[in-house]
């Protein structure tokens, strides 16, 4: 059953517009077509005698809504026993009244839009007539139709209307909703589609209590197969229809206390499924997916928990909430106006306290006058004699701050010569790094040359065998000669690929001496700057003395390593093997 004071607005709405001439009061011939059209819409017998009977002490003229307010309450909402369509009801009341106060022609918002809108006014407002609603509800009503629409709350454009609002009266009435709405003030560049859209989806979570919608996967109870349906959750309910227009109701899950919600494994090739336990029935529910199965879960979790605090809607406690906070907030601020009214009089008191004290203040200020008129005197004398003393501490001080600038200075100097030689410190330490770097490098391009110079020895043995083995070949007998020429001349093909490697390898080799060469010459610049940054530190304090490597002569470089052999018995050794050569070429 719907709470009588929301029925009582949308009827209030219907006498204020049966009011013509803005007296405040409404013929009983418009009454009794009103009352007759209220029992018809409520399915209430409509007894016809009864305002005749009601009002029959009073036949001077028209009633005000105070004078009709028994009878309505009496013979017409105390008699409501049934479930009717509170849609159609507000439906009536909003025809008898959207004419006369507003034309939807010239807004975004059509005459239904108009009418939700209508609807959320007379949940939104304050139970006090007339009605209005507060500068909060307008705004909970507006950030929720944003945010049903997908565009951003802006809090400045809202703070800048509310400034207009408080400028005229803090509150709207429900035509004046319609209009803020219609105009697109809050909902600039959305089209008359999408509005229309945010403003049904609001009208269904808060007139219709739809908490959550959407399509599911349901069970059958006989044929045990699976059917997509529409499910409408509300707060004692889970509605599912065949689609989402609402218009072919397929069942309803009464949601009660004892009632449970679980969740279920995956079977039957279905997923995301959960189960609602009822008290006759279990209805096995899949979702399309995790996030939406968490969703209803929690929805349906929700909607149990409130039945069993004996709690209404979501919405409608939260409304209730804020209305407490508000009423909190009033009692506040007239509990603070008291006390700024009690502080004001004990303020005045204060004044007139402090004004006497003032008088008290100023005959002790002339006896002060006269007392420091003495004092100065005496002040005059002594300043003279402390006057010369003074003038000897300022030459005293003087002389002593002339001393304190001369240490200081010399502390600078200092200072400055000691930042000289750090900085000198960190240039010969880079130095003597870029030393260290060069002679690594040296090792390295030795360890290089050396490796060179062994494949170079190795190669020159493999063709002194291959030479060995050619002469060997031609000191056999002339049968064989001709079986050996093939023999020979693989064996001059693989001399020559030898000698091409060795020909790359001593291109390596020179290479390597290159590079070898300009390492000793990297070595020998790093060892001149050491030695300069050397004769530098030396000449400025002596305090740091460089070590440099000692010289080396020119080393000979051989086949068989670096200083392997002396002169003489290098030239021993190219003889024989030029002999050597010679031989065999003779052979040949």
Partial sequence: MWLRDELLKSIWHAFTALDVDQRGKVSKSQLKVLSHSLCTVMKIPHDPVALEEHFKDDNEGPLSNQGYMPYLNRFILDK???????????????????????????????????????????????????????????????????????????????????????????????????????????????????????????????????????????????????????????????????????????????????????????????????????????FEISASDKKKKQEWLQAIQTCIQLLRLGLSSPHREARLRRRELRQRQQAEEDDLAERMKQLQVANENKQRQLEGMRKKIEEAAAKATMEEHRRKETQLDLQDRYRLDLEREKMVRQQMEEQVAQKSCELEQYLQRVRELEDMYHRLEEALEDERQATQDEEAMHKLQARLLEEEVAKRAELEQIHLQQQRALSQTEAEKQELVAEQRAKERDLQAAMLQLESLEKERHGALEQYEKVSRKLERAANKTKTWKNKVAKHEGLVRLIQPGDKGPQRITNWGPASFTDAELELRKKSWQESKNQGAQAQ
């Avoid at 479930?83 to 025809?95: I, R, S």
């Avoid at 006369?100 to 407002?125: M, Y």
């Avoid at 304050?126 to 509800?137: A, G, K, Q, R, S």
């Avoid at 009503?141 to 049903?148: A, G, I």
Wanted: proline share 1%; glycine share 4%; charged share 30%.
């Fill in 80 to 282: 409501v026993q049934e479930e009717f369509d509170v849609l159609e009801f507000n439906k009536m009341c909003w025809t008898l009244c959207y004419k006369k106060n507003i034309c939807t022609k010239h807004l975004l918002v059509s005459d239904d839009d108009a009418f939700k809108v209508w609807c959320i006014f007379n949940f939104l407002s304050e139970d006090n007539y007339p009605l209005v609603i507060v500068t909060e509800e307008i705004e909970y009503f507006l950030r929720k139709l944003m945010e049903t629409m997908g565009s951003g709350w802006s809090e400045e454009k809202f703070a800048d209307y509310k400034l207009q609002l408080n400028t005229k009266k803090n509150c709207l009435s429900a035509w004046e909703l319609i209009e803020l709405v219609g105009m697109g003030y809050f909902s600039k560049g959305m089209n008359h589609q999408t509005l229309s859209m945010g403003i049904t989806e609001v009208f269904q979570e808060l007139i219709l209590d739809v908490l959550k919608q959407g399509y599911m996967m349901k069970k059958g109870h006989r044929r045990k197969n699976w059917t997509e349906r529409w499910f409408v959750l509300r707060p004692n309910s889970l509605s599912y229809y065949v689609c989402e227009d609402l218009v072919e109701k397929k069942g309803d899950i009464i949601l009660e206390r004892t009632c449970c919600v679980e969740s279920l494994p995956d079977k039957e090739g279905k997923k995301c499924l959960f189960i609602i336990k009822c008290t006759d029935k279990s």
